[in-house]
């Protein structure tokens, strides 16, 4: 069994900045792609940000320049530093791993987590 569990959610101020994490737990050998994921009230989810396990990442044109995905392999963890928030990023974040390979042998796939809040509001 494997998990991702998100954190790092909670309630800024316009301008700020949040650092969300994406913790991936069980007997993991690999973690392939990883993406971030947000659903605002009353409207559908939408793809944030994506990584490859190699590094190479792309975005929503909503938040480049102001969003950052970045992962570190060795911890089983993906991040998404979000800088200048605005009151429309005001959301629920969800990680998903694409596909996670176990010890031993199996394959996850479409791995998501529980999802964490970011409120942006004054």
């Known amino acids: 069994q494997v998990q991702l569990v998100e954190s790092g959610g909670g309630l800024v101020q316009p301008g700020g900045s949040l650092r969300l994490s994406c913790a991936a737990s069980?007997?993991?050998?690999?973690?392939?792609?990883m993406k971030w994921y947000r659903q605002a009230p009353g409207k559908q989810r939408e793809l944030v940000a994506s990584?490859?396990?190699?590094?190479?990442?792309n975005s929503a044109d909503s938040v480049k320049g102001r969003f950052t995905i970045s992962r570190d392999n060795a911890k089983n963890t993906a991040y998404l530093q979000m800088n200048s928030l605005k009151p429309e990023d005001t959301a629920v974040y969800y990680c998903?791993?694409?596909?996670?390979?176990?010890?031993?042998?199996?394959?996850?796939?479409?791995?998501w987590g529980q999802g964490t809040l970011v409120t942006v509001s004054s």
């Open positions: 990584i490859t396990r190699g590094g190479y990442t």
């Open positions: 069980g007997s993991i050998f690999a973690i392939y792609g």
């Open positions: 998903n791993a694409d596909q996670i390979a176990v010890v031993g042998g199996g394959t996850y796939l479409e791995v």
